[in-house]
């Protein structure tokens, strides 16, 4: 059967305890292995501990999602993404300073031993996407954990995206066994994703950042 957790804004705001007792439950259900849904700055996504390959497959199972089809993940800081990454080019730092925290998720060279399912490509020239959310739960969880988060959108493939718990839950039903239900998702689009890996950048989706807003940083 799957559970809700009460994530009213206004009521955590004026409730600190409320919230450092949320923030425990999910951190030690994250912990064991658990997924999932929490709020974002956009859509809902599904959280797992991204550096637990077993719940990162649990995330894959419970989408439906097709392999080779990496996941992304939201950090911390700049500083966390710094331990993902291989490496991190003058144009992320330029970016994440502008937009992070924000919708905007960045891909770049992953560091190896990394879960395979987070990253792209095969070997050397693998790559994770990730960003830095805009929300405070999500904060404080990632402060909480140490480690970073899946943030794949919380729907099965190929279904529609999901901005509220009710939706989550007509989509998982009871595969999906724990839902923090903070109303309605603040945003209807997807972060846009921009692969900063190589030489030129590719805008490879756009979403709540535009186009034309990217592109003028490095025209």
Same mark, same amino acid.
């Given at each position: 059967?799957?559970?809700?957790?009460?994530?009213?804004?206004?009521?955590l705001?004026?409730?600190?305890?409320?919230?450092?007792?949320?923030?425990?439950?999910?951190? #030690?259900?994250?912990?064991?292995?658990?997924?999932?849904?929490?709020?974002?700055?956009?859509?809902?996504?599904?959280?797992?501990?991204?550096?637990?390959?077993?719940?990162?497959?649990?995330?894959?199972?419970?989408?439906?999602?097709?392999?080779?089809?990496?996941?992304?993940?939201?950090?911390?800081?700049?500083? #966390?993404?710094?331990?993902l990454? @291989?490496?991190?080019p003058? @144009?992320?730092?330029?970016?994440?300073?502008?937009?992070?925290?924000?919708?905007?998720?960045?891909?770049?060279?992953?560091?190896?031993?990394?879960?395979?399912?987070?990253?792209?490509?095969?070997?050397?020239?693998?790559?994770?996407?990730?960003? #830095?959310?805009?929300?405070?739960?999500?904060?404080?969880?990632?402060?909480?954990?140490g480690?970073?988060?899946?943030?794949?959108?919380?729907?099965?493939?190929?279904?529609?995206?999901?901005?509220?718990?009710?939706?989550?839950?007509?989509?998982?039903?009871?595969?999906?066994?724990?839902?923090?239900?903070?109303g309605?998702?603040?945003?209807?689009?997807?972060?846009?994703?921009?692969?900063?890996?190589?030489?030129?950048?590719?805008? @490879?989706?756009?979403?709540?950042?535009?186009?034309?807003?990217?592109?003028?940083?490095?025209?």
């Amino acid at each position: 059967m799957t559970r809700r957790l009460n994530a009213d804004r206004a009521h955590l705001d004026a409730n600190p305890a409320d919230l450092a007792a949320l923030i425990e439950e999910l951190h #030690q259900y994250l912990d064991a292995g658990g997924v999932a849904a929490v709020p974002t700055d956009t859509l809902y996504g599904l959280a797992a501990n991204a550096l637990d390959a077993g719940a990162v497959e649990r995330v894959f199972t419970l989408k439906g999602r097709e392999a080779g089809k990496p996941l992304p993940v939201v950090v911390r800081d700049a500083t #966390q993404a710094a331990e993902l990454a @291989l490496e991190l080019p003058p @144009l992320f730092h330029q970016l994440a300073a502008m937009f992070w925290p924000g919708p905007l998720t960045l891909i770049v060279a992953a560091r190896p031993g990394l879960p395979a399912a987070l990253t792209a490509g095969p070997g050397a020239i693998a790559t994770i996407a990730m960003r #830095q959310p805009a929300l405070g739960l999500l904060d404080a969880l990632l402060r909480a954990t140490g480690y970073p988060l899946t943030a794949t959108s919380a729907n099965r493939s190929g279904q529609p995206a999901c901005r509220t718990a009710a939706e989550i839950e007509r989509q998982f039903g009871a595969a999906l066994e724990l839902i923090v239900d903070a109303g309605v998702s603040p945003a209807a689009l997807p972060s846009t994703l921009v692969d900063v890996s190589g030489g030129t950048p590719r805008i @490879l989706r756009e979403g709540a950042v535009p186009r034309a807003v990217l592109e003028r940083c490095w025209a």
